[in-house]
């Protein structure tokens, strides 16, 4: 099964910092153009960033956990089927 999802809510989750954390690694990160506070194109970039400062990997890291902490039944749901 397959549910389209929003760069907002991929954003939101924080699942965006934590792939870009790895992404980094390799020169690459996904770009989310923001215009008026809504998210108008992504795309993936070749850049020189490697890893995020220490209050973004914070923030990044709560949101993660609180991703997992309301999700964690029907990650564990899908994984039966």
Do not use: C
């Amino acid at each position: 099964m397959v549910k389209e999802k929003t760069w907002k809510e991929f954003r939101d989750s924080g699942l965006l910092w934590f792939i870009n954390t790895t992404l980094q690694l390799f020169g690459w990160s996904i770009v989310l153009e923001i215009d008026d506070k809504k998210i108008v194109r992504g795309y993936p970039a070749r850049n020189r960033f490697r890893g995020f400062g220490e209050d973004a990997t914070t923030d990044g890291y709560k949101k993660v956990t609180e991703y997992l902490k309301a999700n964690i039944d029907s990650l564990v749901e899908d994984l039966d089927t």
